[in-house]
C-alpha cells in the first residue's frame, strides 16, 4: 500500500519562509511526476507545483512562481516545496501527490496523480 506523508506545515507571517516535504512509502516503482496542490476554506483544490523527474523540469502555477521551489530525489520518492516571500493568500491545506508510470494527463491537473498525501496546514498571517 502506498502512503505519501507530508510534512513541515505551520503558522508564519507574511514574508516568511516555509520548506514542505513528502516522501513516499510502500511504492514497487518510480512516478513520472510529484507534486503538490492546495485547497483553501470554501475554495477548490488548485495546482501548485510539480516536478517531471523524466526530464527535470519543475512547473508552476502563475501565483507561486519567482517565490516557491520545488526539488527533491526520484529514487528516494522525495519531493520538496521551498515557499519563500509567502503570503496570507498562500494559506492553506497543502497536499502531496505522486503519479504512477505511463501517466499521459496534464501536469497541472489532479486527475494525474493516483496518490495522494493526507495534507499539511499551512496558515500565513498578515
Known amino acids: 500500500q502506498v502512503r505519501l506523508v507530508e510534512s513541515g506545515g505551520g503558522l508564519v507571517q507574511a514574508g516568511d519562509s516555509l520548506r514542505l516535504s513528502c516522501t513516499a512509502f510502500g511504492r514497487t516503482d518510480s512516478s513520472w511526476a510529484m507534486g503538490w496542490f492546495r485547497q483553501a476554506p470554501g475554495k477548490e483544490r488548485e495546482f501548485v507545483s510539480t516536478i517531471d523527474w523524466r526530464a527535470g523540469r519543475p512547473y508552476y502555477s502563475d501565483s507561486v512562481k519567482g517565490r516557491f521551489t520545488i526539488s527533491g530525489d526520484n529514487a528516494k520518492n522525495t519531493v520538496y516545496l521551498q515557499m519563500n516571500s509567502l503570503k496570507p493568500e498562500d494559506t492553506a491545506i497543502y497536499y502531496c501527490?505522486?503519479?504512477?508510470?505511463?501517466?499521459?494527463?496534464?501536469?497541472?491537473?489532479?486527475?494525474?496523480?493516483?496518490?495522494w498525501g493526507q495534507g499539511t496546514q499551512v496558515t500565513v498571517s498578515s
Open positions: 501527490a505522486a503519479d504512477r508510470p505511463g501517466s499521459w494527463r496534464p501536469f497541472n491537473s489532479g486527475t494525474r496523480y493516483a496518490y
